[in-house]
């Protein structure tokens, strides 16, 4: 199995584990006397042969991952290189969006927000993080 088509099976499986989850807990309760609208044994059997073939998939992927070199980085670096990029940029923007929020005033006895970091700057950055991250993302398709 190519590396993409995998890729693809394993998105595939995660919705697959996620719809068996809520069809789990659909039919976890039932009114005393009714029986539920499918069978909890036969989804848990369902989500532990998914789970299952995820596992399997999930280390091949890892594997062919671990063993990929291009360029000098493997592809397993480079997508723990993407994810820290993410991380840093989800926090960046929350905290930007926080030192930009400043509350208007109305009279000037209301007290008065001043931001702390130079936002313009930090913007900019964090635009250059984006781009990175971008770059990062054509690389390893």
């Not at 809520?22 to 059997?45: F, M, Y």
């Amino acid at each position: 199995m190519k590396l993409a088509a995998a890729l693809m099976r394993r998105a595939d499986l995660q919705t697959q584990i996620n719809e068996l989850e809520t069809r789990l807990h659909n039919n976890a309760r039932v009114q005393d006397g009714e029986k539920p609208a499918e069978s909890p044994a036969e989804l848990i059997a369902a989500l532990d042969a998914a789970i299952a073939e995820q596992e399997t998939l999930i280390a091949q992927i890892n594997l062919t991952n671990a063993q990929t070199v291009r360029d000098g980085q493997t592809i397993t670096e480079r997508i723990a290189h993407r994810d820290a990029l993410m991380q840093k940029s989800r926090i960046m923007r929350g905290f930007l969006d926080e030192a930009s929020n400043l509350a208007p005033r109305y009279s000037k006895t209301e007290i008065k927000f001043v931001s702390t970091v130079n936002v313009r700057k930090l913007q900019k950055e964090l635009d250059l993080t984006a781009k990175e991250i971008r770059q990062t993302e054509e690389l390893l398709q």
